[in-house]
């Protein structure tokens, strides 16, 4: 089983930042068969990224996703106040899929 | 407009047995794999189960093998889950999630959730 594993645990930034989470896998993952999903309290998870770096619909332009193999970033290019979330990585590329632990992204 | 509405959480004894129910609209239910995914409180996402489009597959995480059974009922336009000889360990809110395909997927609609708490 792959292991994900999402740094930092907490991020503490204020609106108009750049954030930066990372999420490293203790294998490659195939084909960069990486998502990436927002979770904010008490709501279900909201799919960000797939395939590494493809934004789903709906998503804006200030989520991109980068990274192969074993190691994958996720970027907020401006935080608005609507991104302070939790925020998760998935690989889809080997069975069974994972997880990683989750990302808070805070206001300072 | 896509709905994924859970149902059938509670409060269950060790040892006992429920079943949870995934409603969908607003999509081609049958044409997209289905899966289970569960958050205990206060921790992080755990994928349970996972559902061939026709219904002829399944797979299960290890952690509920012969006790979790996945189902579907394409007419109904929903996904259910027996969940039998429940623990402790398996509270948790259960989202059912629309899988991009069966072998290697992302999660692209989800439902809100349905809390499990297993408690004496």
């Known amino acids: 089983e792959i292991v994900l594993t999402q740094s930092p645990g907490t991020l503490s930034l204020s609106p108009g930042d750049r954030a930066t989470l990372s999420c490293r896998a203790s294998q490659s993952v195939s084909s960069s068969y990486l998502a990436w999903y927002q979770q904010n309290p008490g709501q279900a998870p909201r799919l960000l990224i797939y395939g590494a770096s493809s934004r789903a619909t709906g998503i804006p332009d200030r989520f991109s996703g980068s990274g192969s193999g074993t190691d994958f970033t996720l970027t907020i290019s401006r935080l608005e106040p609507e991104d302070f979330a939790v925020y998760y990585c998935q690989q889809y590329g080997s069975s069974p899929n994972t997880f990683g632990q989750g990302t808070k992204v805070e206001i300072k | 407009e896509v709905q994924l509405l859970e149902s059938g959480g509670g409060l269950v004894q060790p040892g006992g047995s429920l079943r949870l129910s995934c409603a969908a609209s607003?999509?081609?239910?049958?044409?997209?794999?289905m899966s289970w995914v569960r958050q205990a409180p206060g921790k992080g996402l755990e994928w349970v189960s996972i559902i061939t489009m026709s219904g002829g597959s399944t797979y299960y995480a290890d952690s509920v093998k012969g006790r979790f059974t996945i189902s579907r009922d394409n007419s109904k336009n929903t996904l259910y889950l027996q969940m039998n000889s429940l623990r402790a360990e398996d509270t948790a809110v259960y989202y059912c999630a629309a899988r991009s395909g069966y072998s290697y997927g992302y999660f692209f609609y989800w439902g809100q959730g349905t809390l499990v708490t297993v408690s004496s």
């Open positions: 607003g999509f081609t239910f049958s044409s997209y794999a």
